[in-house]
């Protein structure tokens, strides 16, 4: 971050100092929310959440070399007191942005895929200058502000992802920092029942093109026509990316190799190169192209886009995670959320991978699915009684339409396979499990030398941890 005296930080988040805090000293950062990531010169910023009070660890960041605390109240160390923690984190990120006028603001939005979206532009930006992004999935009303602060007088780009829980909640991010280019990838079913249709989840999307500049550069998914509609919303200029011919940044001749990786020609109005990705499933595709067609924007040369693209491998943890045990079982872990469109994505990779062999899966019930949760967590246990597995474990609670599912569908199997892979018909056995490690000691009893089995559901089941015993490690 850029070094601030505490005085100046009082005076943007209207806080008092107390405690003995002296107005001379300088945060130069990280800004830090989790007392065991303190470094000296940190200021930490206490929350109070439902289990853990933030400025119960006051006193310990400071003594960790946390210069003071950003506090509701008053604690027993150096702080700046404010009446809303998150308000004062977004008014300090929002002065921190508003100082870096050379920096390019990228932000990343949609239903599915953000994430990686935005680990694939971080890439590419850091061919051009330097460039902070999100740990993870920090993209909302906290980790936002958290990551915008990151940023220095040397930071060129700032690639952000935007989620929404709601109407306005992108908007409002947008005002901590205005992006010059906006990437919508998708318009889907993720929190479904908390926005009540696609259309309430595309009105909510839209609001990263409304805050674009005239000079700015709206990019959207040729291929959805939701996202496509949101070109009306915008002044900026508008560059279409996907498989339709009249998209701008195309993927044509688009292969997917044995084990599900895409390769496909990317096609752009100043030429095109060959891309071969090393990430797994049909997403990625989609995913690469969006990064690449902002990194045109920016002026990146295709080769250039192409070869990164091509050399990407994962960089946040528990999406399309593919790992093979020294047994040769291969373990899908894509775990960290699901909806029921990464649920059919997540199982045609398992279909590319685990064609010729055994395959199995461990998920759970869908949520925030809202009046149509039973039939869409229905159609998630068809899609899984379905697809020619071996066996299949349901982790966790309300999983009673999943199971329906997968039983009628099971009972039908040539009908449902999406892959004409027969190996798993026959006796399918689908058990009921209540948390992650019981899944993972259910699989453990079927898995052979050579199968793959898939692991996925939302966030709320911590189904990573069955990777992870999968795998033999420790859970996280």
Do not use: C
Request: no cysteine.
């Amino acid at each position: 971050m850029i070094p601030l005296p505490l005085a100046r930080i009082a005076e943007i988040t209207s806080g008092a100092l107390s405690g003995m805090a002296d107005p001379r000293a300088v945060v130069r950062g990280p800004v830090v929310i989790d007392s065991r990531d303190v470094r000296p010169g940190s200021l930490f910023v206490a929350f109070k959440g439902a289990r853990v009070d933030g400025h119960d660890y006051a006193a310990q960041a400071v003594r960790a070399g946390a210069v003071a605390v950003l506090a509701s109240r008053a604690v027993d160390a150096p702080a700046v007191v404010v009446p809303d923690t998150a308000a004062a984190l977004a008014a300090l990120a929002t002065a921190q942005s508003a100082a870096l006028p050379g920096a390019t603001v990228i932000g990343v939005t949609g239903s599915a895929g953000k994430t990686t979206t935005k680990d694939l532009l971080a890439r590419l930006t850091a061919r051009m200058g330097a460039t902070i992004a999100p740990v993870g999935s920090f993209n909302n009303e906290i980790g936002h502000p958290l990551t915008v602060l990151r940023a220095d007088h040397e930071t060129r780009f700032m690639v952000l992802e935007l989620s929404a829980r709601n109407i306005g909640h992108i908007r409002a991010l947008t005002r901590i920092a205005p992006p010059r280019i906006g990437v919508v990838l998708n318009v889907g079913t993720a929190h479904l029942g908390v926005f009540g249709g696609k259309e309430a989840i595309a009105k909510a999307k839209g609001e990263l093109v409304e805050a674009l500049p005239r000079d700015g550069v709206a990019v959207l998914n040729a291929d959805d026509p939701l996202v496509r509609e949101m070109a009306a919303r915008t002044e900026a200029r508008v560059t279409l990316f996907g498989r339709a011919p009249e998209a701008a940044i195309r993927a044509e001749d688009v292969t997917f190799d044995e084990r599900g990786r895409g390769s496909y020609t990317l096609t752009t109005p100043s030429g095109s190169a060959r891309v071969s990705l090393l990430l797994y499933g049909e997403p990625a595709v989609e995913n690469s192209l969006a990064a690449a067609a902002a990194a045109y924007e920016l002026g990146l040369p295709v080769a250039t886009i192409a070869a990164e693209l091509s050399e990407a491998t994962p960089r946040s943890r528990w999406r399309m995670e593919v790992t093979d045990r020294p047994d040769g079982v291969t373990v899908i872990n894509d775990a960290y959320n699901a909806n029921p469109d990464s649920m059919r994505a997540a199982f045609a990779a398992l279909g590319s991978l685990g064609r010729g062999r055994r395959r199995f899966a461990v998920i759970a019930a869908l949520r925030e699915l809202g009046e149509d949760s039973t039939q869409l967590n229905t159609d998630l246990g068809r899609l899984a009684g379905g697809a020619g597995l071996s066996g299949l474990v349901v982790a966790g609670p309300e999983a009673d339409p999943v199971l329906a599912g997968a039983s009628a569908a099971a009972a039908h199997p040539g009908d449902m396979s999406p892959t004409g892979d027969m190996s798993g018909t026959g006796e399918m056995p689908i058990v009921h499990v209540p948390d992650a490690e019981a899944a993972a000691a259910q699989v453990s009893r079927w898995l052979r030398p050579g199968d793959v089995v898939l692991v996925k559901g939302p966030r709320a089941m911590s189904l990573e941890r069955t990777a992870e015993l999968l795998l033999g490690g420790a859970t996280q």
